[in-house]
């Protein structure tokens, strides 16, 4: 798994909405990428910080 949240993270939901498969979980104040993903890449065009990276 090559994706990951990192400390810019405004915990805002939205990869969470937009992943398809789930893949994305509640942290503490942060949300993670879990096992299950893809990395089909969605969440990364919707974060509006830019806190999903490789």
Same mark, same amino acid.
């Given at each position: 798994?090559?994706?990951?949240?990192?400390? #810019?993270? !405004?915990?805002?939901?939205?990869?969470? #909405?937009?992943?398809?498969?789930?893949?994305?979980?509640?942290?503490?104040?942060?949300?993670? !990428?879990?096992?299950?993903?893809?990395?089909?890449?969605?969440?990364?065009?919707?974060?509006?910080?830019?806190?999903?990276?490789?």
């Amino acid at each position: 798994m090559a994706l990951k949240i990192n400390e #810019d993270c !405004i915990a805002c939901g939205t990869c969470v #909405d937009t992943c398809p498969l789930g893949a994305i979980v509640e942290s503490g104040e942060i949300y993670t !990428i879990t096992d299950e993903c893809t990395e089909c890449r969605a969440c990364v065009d919707s974060c509006p910080v830019d806190a999903i990276v490789d």
